[in-house]
């Protein structure tokens, strides 16, 4: 099995919950991160001034959040396709903590 390589390159925030990501292969994906946001790790960016303080971290070339919140870039690049397994493990995430 292959894992790619890539980088975020740039990220912009264009809705509550929602970024823009440009990576080094040129593409972008608009991502809605709503679905995902549960559980120890990733709930607390349900707070959009927590969430806003998006970056990208230059050593890992990535998005990043203040709380250690991070995802691949090979899973952001390919969104699509890991979007909904990411939205199902989120829901049990929260049904644990229930």
């Given at each position: 099995?292959?894992?790619?390589?890539y980088?975020?390159?740039?990220?912009?925030?264009?809705?509550?919950?929602?970024?823009?990501?440009?990576?080094?292969?040129?593409?972008?994906?608009?991502?809605?991160?709503?679905?995902?946001?549960?559980?120890?790790?990733?709930?607390?960016?349900?707070?959009l001034?927590?969430?806003?303080?998006?970056?990208?971290?230059?050593?890992?070339?990535?998005?990043?959040?203040?709380?250690?919140?991070?995802?691949?870039?090979?899973?952001?690049?390919d969104?699509?396709?890991?979007?909904e397994?990411?939205?199902?493990?989120?829901?049990?995430w929260d049904?644990?903590?229930?």
């Open positions: 099995m292959t894992h790619n390589i980088r975020v390159e740039a990220c912009e925030i264009i809705g509550p919950y929602v970024l823009r990501l440009r990576f080094n292969d040129t593409t972008e994906q608009v991502i809605d991160f709503t679905p995902v946001l549960a559980g120890d790790l990733y709930a607390p960016l349900k707070d001034t927590v969430f806003n303080q998006v970056r990208i971290d230059p050593e890992v070339c990535t998005v990043v959040w203040p709380n250690g919140a991070d995802f691949d870039p090979e899973t952001l690049h969104w699509p396709r890991y979007a397994a990411l939205a199902r493990r989120a829901r049990t049904s644990k903590a229930a």
